[in-house]
Protein backbone atom coordinates (compact mmCIF):
# COMPACT_ATOMS: atom_id res chain seq x y z
CA UNK A 1 0.00 0.00 0.00
CA UNK A 2 1.40 3.45 -1.05
CA UNK A 3 1.13 6.52 0.47
CA UNK A 4 -1.48 7.83 -1.78
CA UNK A 5 -3.92 4.77 -0.35
CA UNK A 6 -3.40 5.43 3.17
CA UNK A 7 -4.77 8.97 2.71
CA UNK A 8 -7.38 7.85 0.28
CA UNK A 9 -8.70 6.47 3.24
CA UNK A 10 -7.79 9.49 5.49
CA UNK A 11 -9.75 11.13 3.13
CA UNK A 12 -13.07 9.49 3.29
CA UNK A 13 -12.92 9.92 7.21
CA UNK A 14 -12.34 13.62 6.57
CA UNK A 15 -16.02 14.25 5.65
CA UNK A 16 -17.04 14.93 9.27
CA UNK A 17 -14.06 17.34 9.92
CA UNK A 18 -14.61 19.55 6.84
CA UNK A 19 -15.97 22.56 7.82
CA UNK A 20 -20.02 23.75 6.70
CA UNK A 21 -21.40 26.97 5.30
CA UNK A 22 -24.71 27.76 6.07
CA UNK A 23 -27.36 28.62 3.67
CA UNK A 24 -27.51 32.62 4.33
CA UNK A 25 -23.25 32.33 3.75
CA UNK A 26 -24.20 30.64 0.50
CA UNK A 27 -26.53 33.27 -0.13
CA UNK A 28 -23.85 36.48 0.57
CA UNK A 29 -21.29 34.45 -1.32
CA UNK A 30 -23.41 34.80 -4.65
CA UNK A 31 -23.64 38.68 -3.93
CA UNK A 32 -19.77 39.10 -4.00
CA UNK A 33 -17.80 39.81 -7.06
CA UNK A 34 -15.96 36.88 -8.89
CA UNK A 35 -12.46 37.34 -9.02
CA UNK A 36 -11.86 35.27 -12.35
CA UNK A 37 -8.67 35.29 -14.78
CA UNK A 38 -11.76 35.69 -17.54
CA UNK A 39 -12.81 38.45 -16.43
CA UNK A 40 -9.92 40.37 -15.99
CA UNK A 41 -8.89 38.81 -19.87
CA UNK A 42 -12.01 40.29 -20.71
CA UNK A 43 -11.51 43.69 -19.04
CA UNK A 44 -8.08 44.31 -19.99
CA UNK A 45 -8.48 43.30 -23.93
CA UNK A 46 -11.58 45.94 -23.38
CA UNK A 47 -9.29 48.43 -22.43
CA UNK A 48 -6.85 47.72 -25.15
CA UNK A 49 -9.23 48.11 -27.63
CA UNK A 50 -10.49 51.46 -26.80
CA UNK A 51 -6.18 52.84 -26.20
CA UNK A 52 -5.47 51.78 -29.85
CA UNK A 53 -8.98 53.30 -31.06
CA UNK A 54 -8.30 56.35 -29.08
CA UNK A 55 -4.98 56.79 -30.44
CA UNK A 56 -6.88 56.37 -33.54
CA UNK A 57 -9.35 59.13 -33.27
CA UNK A 58 -6.50 61.18 -31.60
CA UNK A 59 -4.23 61.33 -34.62
CA UNK A 60 -7.36 61.83 -36.74
CA UNK A 61 -8.19 65.01 -34.84
CA UNK A 62 -4.62 65.72 -34.93
CA UNK A 63 -4.73 65.92 -38.17
CA UNK A 64 -2.40 63.59 -39.13
CA UNK A 65 -4.83 63.24 -42.37
CA UNK A 66 -4.43 67.10 -43.87
CA UNK A 67 -0.75 66.50 -44.00
CA UNK A 68 -2.01 63.76 -46.93
CA UNK A 69 -4.95 66.11 -48.10
CA UNK A 70 -1.67 68.58 -48.84
CA UNK A 71 0.36 66.45 -50.84
CA UNK A 72 -2.30 64.75 -52.79
CA UNK A 73 -2.33 61.40 -51.52
CA UNK A 74 -6.07 61.50 -49.50
CA UNK A 75 -7.07 58.65 -51.50
CA UNK A 76 -4.35 56.33 -50.44
CA UNK A 77 -4.85 57.84 -47.08
CA UNK A 78 -8.59 56.51 -47.58
CA UNK A 79 -7.76 53.19 -48.47
CA UNK A 80 -5.16 52.20 -46.29
CA UNK A 81 -8.11 53.86 -43.03
CA UNK A 82 -10.47 51.68 -44.99
CA UNK A 83 -8.36 48.59 -44.23
CA UNK A 84 -7.66 49.40 -40.98
CA UNK A 85 -10.82 49.78 -39.96
CA UNK A 86 -11.76 46.99 -41.62
CA UNK A 87 -8.77 44.83 -39.78
CA UNK A 88 -9.69 46.27 -36.54
CA UNK A 89 -13.58 44.79 -36.74
CA UNK A 90 -12.67 41.92 -37.98
CA UNK A 91 -10.15 41.55 -34.60
CA UNK A 92 -12.73 43.10 -32.36
CA UNK A 93 -15.62 40.00 -33.81
CA UNK A 94 -13.20 37.14 -33.56
CA UNK A 95 -12.42 38.34 -30.20
CA UNK A 96 -16.06 38.01 -29.28
CA UNK A 97 -16.43 35.17 -30.85
CA UNK A 98 -13.43 33.61 -29.16
CA UNK A 99 -14.05 34.68 -25.49
CA UNK A 100 -18.61 33.51 -26.01
CA UNK A 101 -17.08 30.20 -26.45
CA UNK A 102 -15.54 29.64 -23.40
CA UNK A 103 -17.34 27.40 -21.05
CA UNK A 104 -16.63 26.51 -17.72
CA UNK A 105 -18.30 23.05 -18.37
CA UNK A 106 -15.41 21.74 -21.07
CA UNK A 107 -12.70 19.96 -19.59
CA UNK A 108 -9.56 21.79 -18.50
CA UNK A 109 -7.62 21.54 -21.12
CA UNK A 110 -10.57 22.51 -24.03
CA UNK A 111 -11.01 25.60 -21.93
CA UNK A 112 -7.58 26.69 -21.34
CA UNK A 113 -7.02 26.83 -25.03
CA UNK A 114 -10.23 28.81 -25.48
CA UNK A 115 -8.60 31.44 -22.54
CA UNK A 116 -5.63 31.51 -24.73
CA UNK A 117 -6.94 31.98 -27.99
CA UNK A 118 -9.20 34.32 -26.80
CA UNK A 119 -6.06 36.08 -25.29
CA UNK A 120 -3.81 35.80 -28.41
CA UNK A 121 -6.44 37.38 -30.57
CA UNK A 122 -5.94 40.60 -28.36
CA UNK A 123 -2.19 39.75 -29.21
CA UNK A 124 -2.17 39.84 -32.67
CA UNK A 125 -4.75 42.71 -32.84
CA UNK A 126 -1.74 44.87 -30.74
CA UNK A 127 0.79 43.73 -32.83
CA UNK A 128 -1.21 44.84 -36.00
CA UNK A 129 -1.11 48.43 -34.33
CA UNK A 130 2.25 48.44 -33.69
CA UNK A 131 3.27 47.56 -36.64
CA UNK A 132 0.41 49.82 -38.63
CA UNK A 133 1.88 52.81 -36.06
CA UNK A 134 4.83 52.35 -36.98
CA UNK A 135 4.64 52.21 -40.96
CA UNK A 136 2.26 55.23 -40.43
CA UNK A 137 4.91 57.48 -38.51
CA UNK A 138 7.77 56.81 -40.93
CA UNK A 139 5.64 57.91 -44.18
CA UNK A 140 4.75 60.73 -42.14
CA UNK A 141 7.96 62.37 -41.57
CA UNK A 142 9.10 61.00 -44.94
CA UNK A 143 6.75 62.80 -46.56
CA UNK A 144 6.81 66.11 -44.07
CA UNK A 145 10.56 65.95 -44.91
CA UNK A 146 10.28 65.56 -48.60
CA UNK A 147 7.96 68.13 -48.79
CA UNK A 148 9.18 71.08 -46.50
CA UNK A 149 11.32 73.21 -48.10
CA UNK A 150 13.17 74.38 -44.96
CA UNK A 151 14.24 70.85 -44.32
CA UNK A 152 15.37 70.08 -47.52
CA UNK A 153 19.08 71.15 -46.74
CA UNK A 154 19.47 68.97 -43.45
CA UNK A 155 20.35 65.19 -44.48
CA UNK A 156 17.23 63.50 -45.24
CA UNK A 157 18.97 60.14 -44.43
CA UNK A 158 20.24 61.57 -40.95
CA UNK A 159 17.25 62.83 -40.04
CA UNK A 160 15.29 59.47 -40.86
CA UNK A 161 17.55 57.48 -39.00
CA UNK A 162 16.94 59.25 -35.93
CA UNK A 163 13.20 59.13 -36.78
CA UNK A 164 13.97 55.27 -36.83
CA UNK A 165 16.24 54.65 -33.55
CA UNK A 166 13.42 57.33 -31.96
CA UNK A 167 10.42 54.73 -32.86
CA UNK A 168 12.27 51.64 -31.85
CA UNK A 169 13.12 52.60 -28.81
CA UNK A 170 9.33 53.40 -28.37
CA UNK A 171 8.26 49.87 -29.87
CA UNK A 172 10.72 48.19 -27.46
CA UNK A 173 9.16 49.91 -24.70
CA UNK A 174 5.90 49.22 -25.78
CA UNK A 175 6.97 44.93 -26.21
CA UNK A 176 8.61 45.28 -22.82
CA UNK A 177 5.03 46.42 -21.38
CA UNK A 178 2.91 43.74 -23.04
CA UNK A 179 5.67 40.75 -22.03
CA UNK A 180 4.72 42.24 -18.79
CA UNK A 181 0.81 42.66 -18.64
CA UNK A 182 0.68 39.15 -20.59
CA UNK A 183 2.96 37.35 -18.42
CA UNK A 184 0.82 38.81 -15.49
CA UNK A 185 -2.38 37.52 -16.90
CA UNK A 186 -1.71 34.37 -18.46
CA UNK A 187 1.57 32.90 -16.78
CA UNK A 188 -0.62 30.59 -14.60
CA UNK A 189 -2.51 29.69 -17.50
CA UNK A 190 -0.16 28.91 -19.92
CA UNK A 191 1.97 26.95 -17.30
CA UNK A 192 -0.68 24.52 -16.50
CA UNK A 193 -2.04 23.98 -20.12
CA UNK A 194 1.33 23.23 -20.79
CA UNK A 195 1.26 20.80 -18.56
CA UNK A 196 -1.66 19.18 -19.69
CA UNK A 197 -0.34 19.40 -23.21
CA UNK A 198 3.06 17.78 -22.87
CA UNK A 199 2.02 14.27 -23.85
CA UNK A 200 5.90 12.79 -23.60
CA UNK A 201 7.18 14.64 -20.46
CA UNK B 1 -38.19 33.19 -11.49
CA UNK B 2 -34.59 34.51 -10.43
CA UNK B 3 -34.97 33.91 -6.69
CA UNK B 4 -36.62 30.62 -7.02
CA UNK B 5 -33.24 29.58 -9.37
CA UNK B 6 -31.32 31.09 -6.28
CA UNK B 7 -33.37 29.60 -3.90
CA UNK B 8 -33.14 25.62 -5.28
CA UNK B 9 -29.42 26.33 -6.53
CA UNK B 10 -28.39 27.68 -2.79
CA UNK B 11 -30.27 24.05 -1.51
CA UNK B 12 -28.03 22.11 -4.02
CA UNK B 13 -24.95 23.54 -3.07
CA UNK B 14 -25.82 23.34 0.41
CA UNK B 15 -26.00 20.19 0.23
CA UNK B 16 -22.90 19.13 -1.91
CA UNK B 17 -20.51 21.29 -0.42
CA UNK B 18 -18.09 19.05 0.81
CA UNK B 19 -17.14 18.43 -3.15
CA UNK B 20 -16.16 21.99 -2.90
CA UNK B 21 -14.61 22.26 0.52
CA UNK B 22 -12.41 18.91 -0.18
CA UNK B 23 -11.07 21.18 -3.39
CA UNK B 24 -10.38 23.88 -1.08
CA UNK B 25 -8.44 21.51 1.20
CA UNK B 26 -6.05 20.33 -1.95
CA UNK B 27 -5.73 24.29 -3.41
CA UNK B 28 -5.98 26.61 -0.57
CA UNK B 29 -3.45 27.22 2.63
CA UNK B 30 -5.27 28.92 5.66
CA UNK B 31 -8.84 29.35 6.39
CA UNK B 32 -8.86 32.90 4.54
CA UNK B 33 -7.77 31.09 1.70
CA UNK B 34 -10.38 28.53 2.09
CA UNK B 35 -13.42 30.65 1.96
CA UNK B 36 -11.90 32.74 -0.89
CA UNK B 37 -11.84 29.89 -2.99
CA UNK B 38 -14.58 28.53 -1.63
CA UNK B 39 -16.42 31.75 -2.80
CA UNK B 40 -14.87 32.12 -6.21
CA UNK B 41 -16.62 28.32 -6.72
CA UNK B 42 -19.61 29.11 -5.52
CA UNK B 43 -19.94 32.68 -8.09
CA UNK B 44 -18.33 30.08 -10.88
CA UNK B 45 -21.16 27.54 -10.32
CA UNK B 46 -23.80 30.02 -9.92
CA UNK B 47 -23.21 31.57 -12.87
CA UNK B 48 -22.73 28.35 -14.96
CA UNK B 49 -25.78 27.09 -13.10
CA UNK B 50 -29.05 28.23 -15.71
CA UNK B 51 -26.89 26.11 -18.27
CA UNK B 52 -27.17 22.76 -16.08
CA UNK B 53 -29.48 20.93 -17.75
CA UNK B 54 -29.60 18.19 -15.26
CA UNK B 55 -28.76 15.72 -17.78
CA UNK B 56 -26.06 14.87 -15.67
CA UNK B 57 -25.52 14.76 -11.80
CA UNK B 58 -25.09 17.76 -9.75
CA UNK B 59 -22.70 16.59 -7.81
CA UNK B 60 -20.27 14.97 -11.27
CA UNK B 61 -21.58 19.10 -12.52
CA UNK B 62 -20.19 20.07 -9.65
CA UNK B 63 -16.69 18.58 -9.76
CA UNK B 64 -16.32 20.33 -13.94
CA UNK B 65 -16.81 23.36 -12.44
CA UNK B 66 -14.97 23.71 -9.41
CA UNK B 67 -12.15 21.74 -10.56
CA UNK B 68 -11.98 24.18 -13.26
CA UNK B 69 -12.32 27.86 -11.63
CA UNK B 70 -9.41 26.18 -8.64
CA UNK B 71 -6.55 25.04 -11.51
CA UNK B 72 -7.75 27.97 -14.78
CA UNK B 73 -9.68 30.86 -13.23
CA UNK B 74 -9.15 31.33 -9.65
CA UNK B 75 -6.85 34.42 -9.25
CA UNK B 76 -4.89 34.26 -5.65
CA UNK B 77 -5.72 37.02 -4.01
CA UNK B 78 -2.64 39.64 -3.91
CA UNK B 79 -2.71 39.48 -0.16
CA UNK B 80 -0.14 36.96 1.03
CA UNK B 81 -1.45 33.98 3.51
CA UNK B 82 -1.03 35.00 6.81
CA UNK B 83 0.91 32.48 8.89
CA UNK B 84 -1.39 33.03 11.62
CA UNK B 85 -3.76 31.66 9.80
CA UNK B 86 -1.77 28.68 8.34
CA UNK B 87 -0.95 27.63 11.69
CA UNK B 88 -4.89 27.48 12.89
CA UNK B 89 -5.54 25.30 10.34
CA UNK B 90 -3.10 22.60 10.70
CA UNK B 91 -3.52 22.98 14.63
CA UNK B 92 -7.42 22.39 14.13
CA UNK B 93 -6.54 19.13 11.33
CA UNK B 94 -3.46 18.40 14.06
CA UNK B 95 -5.73 17.90 17.15
CA UNK B 96 -8.70 16.46 15.43
CA UNK B 97 -7.04 13.96 13.65
CA UNK B 98 -2.97 13.33 13.98
CA UNK B 99 -2.27 11.77 16.96
CA UNK B 100 0.34 8.78 16.10
CA UNK B 101 2.83 7.81 13.64
CA UNK B 102 0.76 7.25 10.47
CA UNK B 103 -1.47 10.02 11.31
CA UNK B 104 1.79 11.98 11.84
CA UNK B 105 2.74 10.76 7.78
CA UNK B 106 -0.59 11.62 6.30
CA UNK B 107 0.30 15.02 7.91
CA UNK B 108 3.30 14.91 5.72
CA UNK B 109 1.58 13.61 2.59
CA UNK B 110 -1.13 16.67 2.93
CA UNK B 111 1.82 18.83 3.17
CA UNK B 112 3.98 17.36 -0.12
CA UNK B 113 0.39 17.78 -1.72
CA UNK B 114 0.90 21.24 -1.27
CA UNK B 115 3.86 21.62 -2.80
CA UNK B 116 2.92 19.86 -6.48
CA UNK B 117 1.72 21.98 -9.53
CA UNK B 118 -2.42 22.77 -10.05
CA UNK B 119 -2.22 19.69 -12.60
CA UNK B 120 -1.04 17.47 -10.03
CA UNK B 121 -3.28 18.55 -7.68
CA UNK B 122 -6.13 17.87 -9.80
CA UNK B 123 -4.96 14.42 -10.35
CA UNK B 124 -4.27 13.29 -6.45
CA UNK B 125 -7.40 14.89 -6.21
CA UNK B 126 -9.52 12.92 -8.30
CA UNK B 127 -8.16 9.87 -7.59
CA UNK B 128 -8.48 10.43 -3.63
CA UNK B 129 -12.20 10.75 -4.89
CA UNK B 130 -11.49 7.41 -6.39
CA UNK B 131 -12.79 8.57 -9.68
CA UNK B 132 -11.40 6.02 -12.35
CA UNK B 133 -9.13 6.86 -15.43
CA UNK B 134 -11.90 7.46 -17.98
CA UNK B 135 -13.50 10.27 -15.54
CA UNK B 136 -9.72 11.81 -14.73
CA UNK B 137 -8.77 12.00 -18.79
CA UNK B 138 -12.41 13.41 -19.45
CA UNK B 139 -12.11 16.09 -16.33
CA UNK B 140 -8.85 17.36 -17.46
CA UNK B 141 -9.00 16.65 -21.34
CA UNK B 142 -6.24 14.15 -21.53
CA UNK B 143 -5.81 10.79 -22.88
CA UNK B 144 -6.62 7.94 -20.57
CA UNK B 145 -2.90 6.08 -20.94
CA UNK B 146 -1.69 9.80 -20.32
CA UNK B 147 -3.08 9.93 -16.98
CA UNK B 148 -2.21 7.15 -15.86
CA UNK B 149 1.67 7.69 -17.09
CA UNK B 150 0.86 11.31 -15.31
CA UNK B 151 -0.19 9.93 -12.35
CA UNK B 152 2.48 7.45 -11.53
CA UNK B 153 4.64 10.31 -11.83
CA UNK B 154 2.77 12.21 -9.66
CA UNK B 155 3.06 9.21 -6.84
CA UNK B 156 6.67 9.14 -7.81
CA UNK B 157 6.91 13.27 -6.99
CA UNK B 158 4.86 12.58 -3.51
CA UNK B 159 7.54 9.92 -2.62
CA UNK B 160 10.66 12.52 -3.36
CA UNK B 161 8.76 15.51 -1.80
CA UNK B 162 8.14 12.95 1.75
CA UNK B 163 11.74 11.47 1.60
CA UNK B 164 13.52 14.86 1.16
CA UNK B 165 11.20 16.24 4.38
Known sequence: MDGLDILKKDWKKQEEHLPKFRKEEIYSMLKKKSSSLVKWIFIVSILEFAFWIGLEIFSIIQGYNELFVEYELELTYNVIMIINYVIILGFISLFFYNYQKIKITDNARRLMKKILNTRKMVKYYVWFNIIYFAITFMLVNFLVIQNMKELQEVNIWLFMAIMFGIMLVFLVIIWLFYRLLYGILTRKLQKNYEQLQNLDL | ?165
Open chain 2, 1 to 165: MNKKLEKEFVGKLETNQNIVHKICRIYANGEAAHKDLFQEITIQLWKAYPKFRGDSKFSTWMYRVALNTAITLYRKQKRRVKTQDWDQYSFKIKAEEYDDTTEQNLKLMYQAIKELNDIDKALVFLYLEDKNYTEISDALGISEVNARVKMNRVKKKLKELLSID
